[in-house]
């Protein structure tokens, strides 16, 4: 018996969906670099936009993507009211909690006195890392493994020239080695090293930086903080998972991507051969179907999206912008560009999550929303498949891999001076200084140390590090990051981590 049709149109429109997408991923989970939208908006609603994605950043308080947080700013004629989503159920209490005090704490600092507001501003910061604390931690580890395999490479007699400038040198000069470096097939394992301690800084420091920006936008726009109200968006279900079945096989998958006697599709077939010959295309594809953890979910921003689209909800100034605690993934991307409310392309990290999840449609074919998520499914089907078809096209292997986020450190201390987002030193308060201490409490000597003057990162005592890398050779130094480092940071800093929005 050959294999069973597909007769259900909304399971066989899954299906489609699904399948070039679990292709496109096995060939690669990267597509491209980062991109970001033009933003042609005024000088206030650059600083809301900024408020909303790092009030979304502050909200995700784990590492990964079960607490990407997106907020939607309403204007009513009564109050503004903050509507918040996360991508996981669980997380939606607590993240309500947390930025209920989060806003009444700013609400609070800014009727203070220019005076009054460094001591309360200190500890806001605190409060927000300490809230941030679980992904801190795993921050920090990940740094730590990502030095130590750093330091097997770093030659000349000093390895830690890397940290022991000021200014940002040392990020300069792993930008250098990284350069250098790249395209030298015979030094990928030491780009990567020198790549991740560059990335986990920067994304390290962001936890200082983003609570930062909050206050000094806060200060610029504290009619927002008048009369307001927080509400959590109510989740709805995502469509069930795909299950394969007979018909999920790489040449039937590649025929249903083609128009019927495509006169390309020989070509194609071979290609896809001599690809599955060699990154075992096929067994990668099966082992997705099979991975328990491939459960869709609707992602925060597609749920701010849809809440405010079906609600005919007024944006604020009619900014119908979204804030996100991450970049739109590629699906996501995808989804804003074809949506029908017509929004600007979001800044995306172009990253493939097959946990990329559509509203549930309870009588599937039958359902009043059907035509319409089929369009939409149809459109970005366009989309996911011009990019497989490409790279099958060209027989080329995955992408080099790059970092979700961005790494948030500028190229040049030059541009400190044309960074708006640079809160000045406050003549009347004290250097600020922020000791994340027990942030590592498995590990007694390991401390992370933020420091606040100037926007300085600088974590300190690594000297313990054995008990997480046992598996390192003990003859491994690891060079420390010693105080007088300085970090310095990119306005649109991100985090898979990375810091998102969409405006729409």
């Known amino acids: 018996m050959g294999p069973k049709p597909r007769l259900d149109p909304y399971t066989r429109l899954l299906h489609r969906f699904y399948e070039p997408l679990i292709l496109l991923r096995t060939l690669g989970k990267t597509r491209g670099e980062h991109t970001s939208s033009p933003l042609h908006a005024t000088p206030e609603q650059l600083k809301r936009r900024r408020l909303l994605r790092n009030l979304s950043y502050l909200c995700d308080y784990e590492k990964g993507g079960n607490t990407t947080t997106s907020i939607g700013l309403e204007e009513n004629d009564e109050c503004f009211v903050f509507w918040i989503a996360s991508n996981t159920a669980r997380s939606g209490t607590r993240i309500l909690k947390f930025l209920r005090s989060t806003l009444l704490e700013l609400r609070q600092i800014i009727e203070l006195s220019e005076e009054q507001r460094g001591g309360p501003e200190n500890a806001f910061i605190r409060t927000c890392i300490t809230f941030a604390k679980s992904r801190v931690k795993k921050e920090i580890k990940m740094l730590a493994s990502s030095i130590i395999k750093c330091n097997r490479y770093v030659s000349g007699d000093n390895p830690e020239e890397a940290y022991d400038q000021r200014k940002s040198s040392e990020m300069r000069w792993l930008e250098g080695e990284i350069q250098a470096r790249d395209g030298d097939s015979h030094s990928n394992e030491r780009v990567h090293a020198l790549e991740q301690v560059h990335h986990y800084l920067g994304r390290l420091a962001h936890h200082v930086r983003a609570p930062m920006e909050v206050v000094k936008d806060s200060y610029s726009l504290p009619r927002l903080f008048d009369v307001y109200d927080i509400r959590l968006i109510k989740r709805v279900g995502s469509n069930p ?79 119908r912008y979204i804030g996100c605690s ?140 054995e008990d997480e890398t046992s598996s390192t050779d003990s003859a491994t130094s690891v060079p420390r990051l010693h105080s007088e480092t300085m970090v310095e940071f990119d306005s649109d800093s991100e985090d898979s981590d990375s810091i998102g929005g969409c405006a729409l």
């Not at 194609?268 to 953890?293: G, P, S, V």
């Not at 359902?367 to 080329?396: C, P």
């Open 241 to 319: 998972r795909p299950e394969a079945d007979s018909l999920t096989t790489l040449p039937n998958i590649l025929r249903r991507m083609l128009p019927s006697n495509d006169p390309r599709l020989e070509e194609y077939r071979k290609n896809i051969q001599d690809l599955d010959h060699k990154f075992n295309i096929t067994a990668r594809i099966q082992e997705k179907y099979e991975d328990k953890n491939f459960q869709p979910q609707i992602h925060a921003e597609i749920q701010v999206l849809e809440h405010f689209h079906a609600n005919h909800i007024h944006f604020v100034d009619d900014d």
């Open 326 to 465: 991450k970049s739109a993934c590629y699906c996501c991307h995808l989804y804003f560009l074809h949506h029908k409310a017509r929004p600007v392309v979001p800044e995306s990290h172009q990253s493939i999550y097959l946990n990329w999840g559509l509203r549930v449609l309870p009588e599937g074919a039958r359902d009043l929303g059907y035509e319409e998520q089929r369009n939409l499914i149809n459109k970005m089907l366009e989309a996911i498949r011009h990019d497989a078809l490409d790279q099958i096209r060209r027989k080329a292997g995955p992408p080099r891999w790059h970092a979700d986020s961005r790494t948030g450190i500028t190229m040049s201390t030059m541009e400190q001076s044309l960074d708006l987002d640079i809160m000045p030193p406050r003549k009347h308060s004290p250097e600020r200084e922020i000791v994340a201490s027990d942030v590592e409490s498995g590990l007694s000597e390991h401390i992370a140390r933020i420091e606040l003057q100037s926007h300085i990162l600088e974590a300190s005592s690594m000297s313990s590090l």
